[in-house]
């Protein structure tokens, strides 16, 4: 399953993005978008959160020895290991553990930034970063002094549009230049 993204689109947009030397990625939900997605050879692969403790599934997208980022929010740091020992079970050591908190929007006070600079000490190996659900760009920017190296956030060209749930929720292009240019400091 691509969720509401229609699959021809994927591929105008892996190939767009080819063409402007930008990595392309997706969130499989299924082996079918799996499949899918290796025809149309993205870069790695996000696990979302829900998928965690799907070690059957991870393993098969962990077996294209793509990069995977895996997000760990509602997880236990057992589970995450779990999910990373899986990973590495299959010959595929390039992974990007994202802290997240589920709630949406994430009120800043239980962002618990903290459990970045755990995850660096429990997985030293990985890159380690921060999947942001608080409204604007000071907890992102803050996550990197607890050693984030990677931030996702969800990002609109307008957080009026209907289209989506998480529109009303995500940086636009000012919030966007903002979060760059204060993650550089």
Known sequence: KLDKF???DHRKLAKYCKEKRIEYLATPFDEKAVDFLETIDVSA???????????????????TQ?????STGAST???IEQAVNAIEGVGNSNIILLHCILTYPTDPKDANLKMISTLKLLFPKYVIGFSDHTL????????????AEVIE???TVDKTLQLSADHWL?????ELKELVEGAAK
Not at 45 to 63: E, G, H, L, V, W
Not at 137 to 145: D, L
């Open 170 to 174: 995500s940086v636009d292009p000012k």
């Open 6 to 8: 229609p699959i021809e």
């Open 66 to 70: 793509k990069t995977i980022i895996l």
């Open 136 to 147: 604007g760009t000071a907890v992102a920017i803050a996550s990197v002094a607890f050693g």
């Open 77 to 79: 740091i057992g589970e």
């Open 153 to 155: 956030k969800h990002y």
């Open 45 to 63: 692969y996000k696990i979302a959160s829900c998928d965690c403790t799907n070690i059957p599934f991870i393993k098969i997208i962990a077996s």
